[in-house]
């Protein structure tokens, strides 16, 4: 079984910045995309950013410009560095990974347990 460990939540003012981190435990032998979504109370989840392992990004259009994705390749850890910190980023923020445990099983998506980001005003 493969375990998504988020870490960096937390309660900041508007303006403010935290980085959370994402990194994975169990056997596997490959990860492909990596990525950060977040789910708001009475919202649906929606993708704040991805990044492939080749480095290539993308952003919501809401985040482009504040956020930062990024990812060690060597320890397959993805970060986000969220700056510039609205109240509407306010959201439980999940990390997701399409992981190929062995090489007779498909590419699977695990996603962490979430962490909360409060933005205050």
């Known amino acids: 079984q493969v375990q998504l460990v988020e870490s960096g939540g937390g309660l900041v003012q508007a303006g403010g910045s935290l980085r959370l981190s994402c990194t994975p435990s169990?056997?596997?032998?490959?990860?492909?995309?990596m990525g950060w979504y977040r789910q708001a109370p009475g919202k649906q989840r929606d993708v704040v950013a991805t990044?492939?392992?080749?480095?290539?990004?993308n952003y919501a259009d809401s985040v482009k410009g504040r956020f930062t994705i990024s990812r060690d390749n060597a320890k397959n850890t993805v970060s986000l560095q969220a700056n510039s910190l609205k109240p509407e980023d306010t959201a439980v923020y999940y990390c997701?990974?399409?992981?190929?445990?062995?090489?007779?099983?498909?590419?699977?998506?695990?996603w962490g347990q979430g962490t909360q980001v409060t933005v205050s005003s």
């Open positions: 997701a990974a399409d992981v190929r445990r062995t090489t007779f099983v498909p590419v699977y998506r695990y």
């Open positions: 169990g056997s596997f032998i490959s990860i492909n995309n």
């Open positions: 990044i492939t392992s080749g480095g290539s990004t």
